[in-house]
């Protein structure tokens, strides 16, 4: 796939060549300067390429043939969750009841979507022990930052103004303190102990009147389950504080462990990752968030509710935050979730728990040979390895993410978290065989005898892919987004 050459459709133009046929004018021809007005027509036509169909179909097809996806291959990159998406909840979705209805028609006209927004909250609600659920979030980070800006709410409204801190684990996503910031608070960090779990002595100093709110996103961000969770709560809550679960890492213990059980006030989820939607360069997403009996008051508006057998939307809600999303939440991948759990049911949605767990599981123990495990116990969903064996070597974490491309796959995530050094955290999902999950590690075993044997092949790699090694940091500030012709 990588390297596939194909025409560019800029370099293929050949004066007077078209991809269509417009029937002849048959209404009097206007005047564009008149019309419009000179400073709004062009002086010189645009310099677009004229080719005909088949050659843009070729260029359109050729450019989406060098992408990457989970239906293409192998994507472990942790913490996204980047499992398969079936294809039923494609075909869901582009039922006409559910495309073709628009959020300004009347509640009446639309009760069967309504009713399929409702019946997901339900299940969420399920899933995760909440009382009750907001489906407006639309990714993980504004969930977050949703469920944070009630928790603000409900300390202001008992009068607790000093509560102006959030506690992050060192291992928390950067969506946490990110989140913190944005609404208003101070971010204090905790340490991982020498297990990877949340240090709770430390906790217990950093926990105070002060306390806002405690992040924990469990099993952690190295793939580890806060085993102590219910002392942890009991920490925060004995302080006033409340306790929120980032919920990215639920496909390791749905069905066998709610958050809502464990003393989590508040809850994210990733429809996107766990739930199946399709995701990847910044969307679609959905991170609806799950709350206590105590913070529902506080939940965006308008709130959808069943009265009798009707579905309404209650605008009434005095003590809401707000709306924090146009319409109501992102319709599309709620009802691709809600099409995968419904397809699951309870016990597949336990059985992807598990292959997920296992998955992960048998990975670490064959590659925890040939890379550093820093924290070697039972993992949950994924596992952390540290690349800093090979780093004495000269061979970089990034150096092994490029080499794996030419190899065929998506590499891990790389340098998160932040407190491993040369992290590299690998995350199977359920969905693969067992004879991918060994192509991959044959794969970075070999990688690891080359950081031995011949450094340079992983330094200067990739060799096989469209383009090579890039310059990163250009690429992230100065982005060259559009075609440029070559001079
Ligand atoms: C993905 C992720 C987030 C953020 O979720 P988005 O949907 O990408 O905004 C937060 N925490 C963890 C642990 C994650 O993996």
């Not at 389950?225 to 002392?231: L, N, S």
């Not at 306790?243 to 989590?264: E, S």
């Not at 959808?304 to 939307?313: A, H, I, M, P, R």
Request: glycine share 8%; hydrophobic share 35%.
């Amino acid at each position: 796939m990588a390297n596939q050459e194909f025409p560019l459709i800029f370099e293929r133009s050949k004066e007077g060549r078209t991809s269509f046929n417009l029937p002849a004018l048959d209404v009097p021809e206007i005047d564009l300067n008149q019309e419009l007005g000179d400073t709004f027509v062009r002086k010189t036509p645009a310099e677009l390429p004229q080719v005909s169909e088949l050659e843009v179909m070729r260029h359109y097809t050729g450019l989406s043939n060098r992408n990457y996806g989970v239906d293409s291959g192998f994507y472990p990159l942790g913490s996204c969750t980047m499992k398969y998406n079936p294809k039923i909840n494609e075909d869901v979705a582009r039922l006409e009841g559910f495309s073709h209805v628009h959020p300004y028609q009347e509640p009446e006209q639309v009760q069967g979507a309504m009713e399929m927004l409702y019946d997901l909250q339900s299940s969420l609600r399920e899933i995760t022990g909440m009382y009750d659920v907001t489906l407006q979030s639309a990714a993980g980070a504004q969930g977050e930052w949703t469920a944070l800006l009630m928790i603000r709410a409900f300390h202001l409204a008992n009068g607790d103004t000093q509560r102006n801190k959030v506690i992050v684990p060192d291992s928390a996503h950067g969506t946490n303190p990110a989140s913190a910031s944005l609404a208003g608070f101070d971010v204090v960090s905790l340490k991982t102990n020498e297990n990877g779990l949340v240090d709770v002595e430390d906790l217990k100093k950093v926990v105070g009147d002060d306390t806002a709110v405690l992040m924990l996103t469990n099993p952690n961000t190295l793939g580890l389950f806060e085993k102590d969770i219910k002392e942890i709560a009991s920490i925060v809550h004995g302080a006033g504080g409340k306790l929120y679960y980032d919920g990215a890492n639920l496909n390791a213990i749905m069905g066998y462990a709610r958050p809502g059980d464990m003393g989590f006030d508040a809850v994210h989820l990733n429809l996107h990752k766990t739930f199946t939607g399709p995701h990847g360069g910044g969307g679609p997403g959905s991170g609806p968030v799950g709350v206590t009996e105590e913070l529902a008051p506080f939940l965006p508006k308008p709130v959808l509710v069943q009265k009798e057998d009707k579905y309404e939307f209650d605008y009434n809600r005095p003590q809401s935050i707000g709306r924090i999303k146009p319409y109501f939440g992102n319709f599309g991948i709620n009802l691709r979730a809600y099409t995968y759990i419904r397809t699951m049911g309870p016990e597949g949605l336990k059985k992807v728990s598990e292959f997920a767990v296992l998955n992960a599981n048998y990975m670490q123990e064959r590659l925890k040979e040939h890379y550093v495990l820093p924290y070697d116990q039972h993992c949950k969903h994924e596992f952390v390895l540290s690349g800093k064996t090979q780093k004495k070597l000269g061979v970089r974490t990034m150096d092994i993410a490029k080499r794996l491309l030419d190899f065929g796959f998506h590499p891990p995530t790389v340098y998160f978290p932040l407190n491993v050094e040369e992290a590299m955290m690998i995350e199977p999902t359920e969905t693969e065989s067992k004879e991918t999950l060994d192509e991959f590690i044959d794969t970075m075993i070999a990688i690891a005898k080359e950081a031995e044997d011949n450094p340079e092949i992983v330094q200067e790699a990739p060799h096989n892919t469209v383009l090579k090694r890039m310059d990163e940091t250009t690429a992230a500030r100065k982005p060259v987004l559009r075609y440029q012709k070559e001079q």
